[in-house]
């Protein structure tokens, strides 16, 4: 039974709002168990434009050595471990306070490449009849290594057109193309965020903004039942977002 949660992005009150709502009790002060053996699945993006990278890391960090917590890598996860590694990367789209945050909390680059490198591209669950990946997935990944970079770009970046609108990428609806047959399993992303919780093709999009004002969005597997906290303000701009409280 897992409950799958969209990208958090630094919003760790209403992370700890939401799973609060599923069910977990706080154990100590220092991570979330559910009482009927639940597990929390993220979709990546842990970090980066909310306020409490320093709150949010060490939850997901204590959570997943307890076994109450699983994930999939995002591109602002790739891009914190690439930073972490040395690797020349760009301070931007939130990173920079991220980086602040961590250092200022004396969390270790160090601790940032343990708690990802065991965190894979993809899982498959449930007897291959879920799926969680960051942004893209495609069916013949289903017996593939999930740590594989061939799967890399695919898993965490989607495809797009390699134009620029707007200063974002143009993507690609790639679960419109989708061909489904009867073994295809239910796919859980985020990545690119849309107002509402959008299905299509078996395809779950559950990134609903939540650092743009929107919401945080979970959906309970098996049950299929979502469940959702409003994002107590606007922690990055974006056009054509900004429901929560400015400020």
Request: glycine share 8%.
């Amino acid at each position: 039974m897992y409950d799958i949660i969209g990208d958090i992005h630094s919003c760790g009150t209403e992370f700890v709002d939401l799973l609060m709502k599923l069910g977990y009790h706080k154990v100590g002060n220092t991570h979330f168990v559910h009482p009927e053996g639940r597990q929390v699945a993220l979709v990546g993006d842990i970090t980066d434009r909310g306020w409490h990278p320093y709150f949010v890391f060490p939850l997901i960090e204590r959570m997943k050595e307890e076994g109450s917590l699983i994930m999939v890598k995002g591109n602002h996860d790739d891009k914190l471990e690439r930073w972490a590694k040395g690797n020349k990367v760009q301070l931007l789209h939130g990173l920079d306070a991220t980086v602040l945050s961590l250092e200022k909390a004396n969390i270790s680059k160090e601790r940032v490449l343990d708690l990802f490198k065991s965190v894979p591209y993809f899982l498959v669950l449930d007897d291959s009849k879920l799926v969680i990946v960051h942004a893209a997935w495609k069916d013949r990944y289903v017996d593939r290594d999930p740590f594989s970079k061939k799967c890399r770009s695919w898993c965490i970046f989607g495809p797009t057109t390699g134009k620029i609108i707007n200063g974002l990428p143009d993507r690609i609806d790639w679960a419109v193309k989708r061909e489904l047959d009867k073994s295809s399993p239910i796919v859980v992303h985020g990545h690119q965020p849309v107002k509402e919780v959008r299905i299509l093709n078996k395809v779950w999009n559950i990134d609903t903004g939540c650092a743009f004002g929107g919401r945080l969005t979970a959906l309970r597997y098996p049950e299929m039942e979502l469940v959702y906290v409003d994002a107590l303000h606007t922690y990055c701009f974006r056009e054509g977002w900004g429901n929560g409280r400015k400020t």
